[in-house]
T-cell receptor
Framework: GAGVSQSPRYKVAKRGQDVALRCDPI?????LFWYQQALGQGPEFLTY????????KSGLPSDRFFAERPEGSVSTLKIQRTQQEDSAVYLC??????????????FGEGSWLTVV | AQSVTQLGSHVSVSEGALVLLRCNYS??????LFWYVQYPNQGLQLLLK??????LVKGINGFEAEFKKSETSFHLTKPSAHMSDAAEYFC???????????????FGKGTKLSVKP
């Protein structure tokens, strides 16, 4: 597609519910990032994939967060047993080269998660 | 470790006035620096980036930023504000070819720009 596509755009989950957020990166992009943006804050890094390999998951806040990119294109971020502090915008981003290449990183519009 | 500080969470200017959004960074190795803009309910759009070439970087929509190593700054400017510039602006730093979290963007907390008619 023309840009990074994320779905759903808006999700309301009850506390304790599992959610799955999908990201379609720009076709051919090797690198894929997930960021979390809390209200009034800048985005914070969660995890990074190069093709299908998850090379960095240092930003995942707990073992309730899990991400995958099994075929090196579409990625899913899964949050188990959601809690209110998980309420945030989850941004997906992709770039053509590896993350050290200096290539421009393109962001999707985000998935807005509200946990009630 | 790298970090970014954006001075002023809100900046208000009149239409036609100079826009100046401040960003200071901390990095133990030469950084790459970025400015992104975020319009309401939208994702981040790259305005410009510094990757160790010219210190004065020109971006989209008439914005530019100057890398000043001595001041560890990368302030964003635009000579004349337009109503359509009203948005939130994020400064970010990353480090290439460095161990650990190389290449990850580290963002500041953002500055919301308001433009008065």
């Amino acid at each position: 597609g023309a840009g990074v596509s994320q779905s759903p755009r808006y999700k309301v989950a009850k506390r304790g519910q599992d959610v799955a957020l999908r990201c379609d990166p720009i076709s051919g992009h090797v690198s894929l990032f997930w960021y979390q943006q809390a209200l009034g804050q800048g985005p914070e890094f969660l995890t990074y994939f190069q093709n299908e390999a998850q090379l960095d998951k240092s930003g995942l806040p707990s073992d309730r967060f899990f991400a995958e990119r099994p075929e090196g294109s579409v990625s899913t971020l899964k949050i188990q047993r959601t809690q209110q502090e998980d309420s945030a915008v989850y941004l997906c981003a992709s770039s053509y080269g590896g993350r050290s290449s200096g290539n421009t990183i393109y962001f999707g519009e985000g998935s807005w998660l509200t946990v009630v | 470790a790298q970090s970014v500080t954006q001075l002023g969470s809100h900046v208000s200017v009149s239409e036609g006035a100079l826009v100046l959004l401040r960003c200071n960074y901390s990095s133990s190795v030469p950084p790459y620096l970025f400015w992104y803009v975020q319009y309401p309910n939208q994702g981040l759009q790259l305005l410009l980036k510094y990757t160790s070439a010219a210190t004065l970087v020109k971006g989209i929509n008439g914005f530019e930023a100057e890398f000043k190593k001595s001041e560890t700054s990368f302030h964003l400017t635009k000579p004349s504000a337009h109503m359509s510039d009203a948005a939130e602006y994020f400064c970010a730093v990353s480090v290439m070819n460095y161990g650990g979290s190389q290449g990850n963007l580290i963002f500041g907390k953002g500055t919301k720009l308001s433009v008065k008619p």
